[in-house]
Nanobody, 126 residues
Framework: QVQLVESGGGLVQPGGSLRLSCAAS????????IGWFRQVPGKEREGVSC????????YYADSVKGRFTISRDNAKNTVSLQMNSLKPEDTAVYYC???????????????????WGQGTQVTVSS
C-alpha cells in the first residue's frame, strides 16, 4: 500500500521551532517531487515548500521564506520540514505530498499531487 505519514507536529510558543517529518512506504521518494502543504479550517490549502527528486531544487512560499527549510534523505525515504521562528499565523494542519510529474514550483503553486499524508497539527500559541 502506498502511503505517506507525517509526524512532529505539536504545540509551540511563538518564536519556537518544530521539525516535521514525512515517511513514505510502498514507493521510493527519490523519483518524486515532495511538497509540504498546510490548511486552516474554512480556508484553502496552500503550498508551503516543495523539493525536487534529482537536482534538489526547492520552492518556498513568501510567508515562510527564510524561516522554513525543506530537505530530503533518499536513503531513509523521508522528507523533513524544519520550521523556525514560528508565528501564530503558521498554525494549521500540515500535509506532505508526493508526485512524479510536477516540477517543484508547479507542484506547490498548482496544489496537486498523486499521494497525500494524513496531516499533522501545528499550533503556535502562548
Amino acid at each position: 500500500q502506498v502511503q505517506l505519514v507525517e509526524s512532529g507536529g505539536g504545540l509551540v510558543q511563538p518564536g519556537g521551532s518544530l521539525r516535521l517529518s514525512c515517511a513514505a512506504s510502498g514507493f521510493t521518494l527519490d523519483y518524486h517531487v515532495i511538497g509540504w502543504f498546510r490548511q486552516v479550517p474554512g480556508k484553502e490549502r496552500e503550498g508551503v515548500s516543495c523539493i525536487s527528486g534529482s537536482e534538489g531544487d526547492t520552492y518556498y512560499a513568501d510567508s515562510v521564506k527564510g524561516r522554513f527549510t525543506i530537505s530530503r534523505d533518499n536513503a531513509k525515504n523521508t522528507v523533513s520540514l524544519q520550521m523556525n521562528s514560528l508565528k501564530p499565523e503558521d498554525t494549521a494542519v500540515y500535509y506532505c505530498a508526493a508526485d512524479r510529474t510536477w516540477t517543484v514550483q508547479g507542484m506547490c503553486v498548482m496544489n496537486q499531487a498523486d499521494y497525500w499524508g494524513q496531516g499533522t497539527q501545528v499550533t503556535v500559541s502562548s
